[in-house]
């Protein structure tokens, strides 16, 4: 069937192929089926198991309160796909439309969707990351086998990484009871994504709840014993600590790397596409029988300057993939953008975080309601006049306001005319994020391409 066949026929008689049994592809399956695609639908993913969630792998998992076998996703419809579970994807054919899978399998499509998602990074010394009691935390796997460790009260765990990720796991060792060590070469937990001066707060929770927690260092060495178990980790201030479990939690990698050759404009950062969810080429010219969704995706915002976001958000993967698979099997003139805010949320040492829009393209923070002494607050972000994001630290009935404050673009710092503001009357200071030159650990949202207040746009060759 050619780019340019009949959608009628699509619909009847198409073969879609998603790689990636995700919540992204899960959700464009359903989507497909409920728009009416009678055709063959083929489901690829890495991991032996139909899409699950993973949210609460580092929370109620981690507790003991669930297993990882029970956190499989709801479905909202019957797909009707053939499942090809535990066989990877390992090539991509554009010319002749094939997916190559690791069994030496073909899959042939007319319409495409990549949803990989995202992997843990791992520790960078692999005889050290290898030591028994060294862990990620990013598949069912893991957090079973996380779990177990946990269950037989370890004396002390040492998680590396501070962000969203790393701050969960260290509450769910506290809430065990278990001794925890955070080592974060940032400043602060969570600055990659809310900043410095949100990051101090949640320096405090940390400390507050018995976590040793050690910022501005990073941990040199892992050392084992003669059984190979870790025993300790070397940190850069000529420091040791003794730990038989470690946690690695230094962000994620992009699953990209059987796409090299392919012609697709798939790198480091993940796989362009445009508003509509289209990839592209190597040559920046857009396709128009391969989508992306999910974690995985780069896609420009209007409500961000048009910068490429990689969103790495549990609503932004259901809202991208419905557009996807909305698009895929549209005329171009009813095709619609992809232009969900991003929303995140955290559960960490008793207090329920939440942030609308980009605050990591914050310059200024106003802390409009609430105290951060009393860990109980609304913070707002403000980039070039214009309120650009807001995080609520246990006052969520705010979200909602401060979204459609983002939608409209107004200006910041905001105009409070019938609420209780600034109760701690402050004026706007300066968000404090880190030099975005020097690596982080946790952000939720990757900017690329140019920015709005130089209005440059520098092309650089992917690396794979």
């Given at each position: 069937m050619s780019v340019d066949g009949s959608l009628d026929r699509l619909k009847r008689e198409g073969r879609i192929v998603v790689v990636g049994a995700s919540l992204a592809g899960l959700r464009a399956a359903e989507t497909l089926r409920e728009k009416g695609f009678a055709g063959s639908l083929t489901m690829i993913g890495d991991e032996p198991y139909e899409p699950y969630d993973r949210p609460p792998l580092s929370k109620q998992v981690l507790l003991g309160r669930a297993t990882a076998d029970r956190t499989g996703l709801p479905r909202l419809r019957a797909v009707?796909?053939?499942?090809?579970?535990?066989?990877?994807?390992?090539?991509?054919?554009?010319?002749?439309?094939?997916?190559?899978?690791?069994?030496?399998?073909?899959?042939?499509?007319?319409?495409?969707?990549?949803?990989?998602?995202?992997?843990?990074?791992?520790?960078?010394?692999?005889?050290?990351?290898?030591?028994?009691?060294?862990?990620?935390?990013?598949?069912?796997?893991?957090?079973?086998?996380?779990?177990?460790?946990?269950?037989?009260?370890?004396?002390?765990?040492?998680?590396?990484?501070?962000?969203?990720?790393?701050?969960?796991?260290?509450?769910?060792?506290?809430?065990r009871g278990i001794a925890v060590t955070v080592a974060e070469r940032a400043d602060a937990p969570l600055v990659g994504a809310l900043g410095g001066v949100v990051g101090e707060v949640a320096a405090e929770l940390q400390r507050k709840h018995g976590v040793d927690l050690r910022c501005g260092v990073m941990v040199t060495r892992l050392e084992g014993d003669s059984a190979g178990h870790v025993r300790a980790a070397h940190f850069s201030d000529g420091s040791t600590v003794e730990a038989d479990v470690v946690i690695v939690s230094l962000g994620a990698q992009r699953n990209t790397e059987w796409l090299a050759g392919s012609g697709l404009g798939a790198g480091l950062r993940g796989i362009a596409c445009d508003a509509g969810c289209r990839a592209f080429d190597i040559r920046g010219i857009v396709t128009d029988d391969i989508y992306v969704a999910g974690d995985v995706a780069r896609s420009p915002h209007p409500l961000f300057g048009y910068q490429f976001l990689s969103l790495e958000h549990w609503g932004n993967a259901v809202a991208q993939a419905e557009t996807a698979a909305h698009n895929m099997l549209s005329e171009s003139a009813d095709r619609r953008p992809h232009i969900w805010v991003p929303a995140f949320w955290s559960s960490q040492f008793g207090v329920n975080i939440k942030s609308v829009g980009v605050p990591s393209m914050g310059t200024e923070i106003l802390i409009a309601q609430g105290s951060r002494s009393e860990h109980r607050f609304t913070g707002v972000y403000g980039y070039q006049g214009r309120v650009i994001g807001a995080v609520t630290f246990d006052q969520t009935k705010w979200l909602q306001f401060y979204q459609q404050l983002i939608e409209t673009t107004a200006p910041f710092p905001p105009a409070f005319p019938t609420v209780d503001r600034r109760p701690e009357g402050q004026q706007p200071i300066p968000a404090d994020f880190p030099d975005p030159s020097v690596p982080t650990h946790g952000p939720t949202v990757t900017l690329s391409g140019y920015a709005p207040d130089d209005r440059r746009l520098t092309f650089t060759p992917a690396r794979h």
């Amino acid at each position: 069937m050619s780019v340019d066949g009949s959608l009628d026929r699509l619909k009847r008689e198409g073969r879609i192929v998603v790689v990636g049994a995700s919540l992204a592809g899960l959700r464009a399956a359903e989507t497909l089926r409920e728009k009416g695609f009678a055709g063959s639908l083929t489901m690829i993913g890495d991991e032996p198991y139909e899409p699950y969630d993973r949210p609460p792998l580092s929370k109620q998992v981690l507790l003991g309160r669930a297993t990882a076998d029970r956190t499989g996703l709801p479905r909202l419809r019957a797909v009707d796909a053939q499942w090809r579970l535990g066989v990877p994807a390992t090539g991509l054919d554009m010319a002749a439309r094939r997916v190559r899978l690791a069994d030496g399998d073909e899959v042939e499509y007319d319409r495409l969707l990549i949803a990989t998602g995202v992997r843990a990074r791992p520790w960078p010394q692999e005889d050290e990351a290898e030591l028994d009691g060294v862990f990620v935390l990013r598949t069912r796997d893991d957090a079973e086998a996380l779990e177990r460790s946990l269950a037989q009260g370890p004396r002390r765990v040492l998680v590396i990484g501070a962000g969203f990720t790393g701050s969960e796991i260290a509450s769910a060792c506290r809430e065990r009871g278990i001794a925890v060590t955070v080592a974060e070469r940032a400043d602060a937990p969570l600055v990659g994504a809310l900043g410095g001066v949100v990051g101090e707060v949640a320096a405090e929770l940390q400390r507050k709840h018995g976590v040793d927690l050690r910022c501005g260092v990073m941990v040199t060495r892992l050392e084992g014993d003669s059984a190979g178990h870790v025993r300790a980790a070397h940190f850069s201030d000529g420091s040791t600590v003794e730990a038989d479990v470690v946690i690695v939690s230094l962000g994620a990698q992009r699953n990209t790397e059987w796409l090299a050759g392919s012609g697709l404009g798939a790198g480091l950062r993940g796989i362009a596409c445009d508003a509509g969810c289209r990839a592209f080429d190597i040559r920046g010219i857009v396709t128009d029988d391969i989508y992306v969704a999910g974690d995985v995706a780069r896609s420009p915002h209007p409500l961000f300057g048009y910068q490429f976001l990689s969103l790495e958000h549990w609503g932004n993967a259901v809202a991208q993939a419905e557009t996807a698979a909305h698009n895929m099997l549209s005329e171009s003139a009813d095709r619609r953008p992809h232009i969900w805010v991003p929303a995140f949320w955290s559960s960490q040492f008793g207090v329920n975080i939440k942030s609308v829009g980009v605050p990591s393209m914050g310059t200024e923070i106003l802390i409009a309601q609430g105290s951060r002494s009393e860990h109980r607050f609304t913070g707002v972000y403000g980039y070039q006049g214009r309120v650009i994001g807001a995080v609520t630290f246990d006052q969520t009935k705010w979200l909602q306001f401060y979204q459609q404050l983002i939608e409209t673009t107004a200006p910041f710092p905001p105009a409070f005319p019938t609420v209780d503001r600034r109760p701690e009357g402050q004026q706007p200071i300066p968000a404090d994020f880190p030099d975005p030159s020097v690596p982080t650990h946790g952000p939720t949202v990757t900017l690329s391409g140019y920015a709005p207040d130089d209005r440059r746009l520098t092309f650089t060759p992917a690396r794979h």
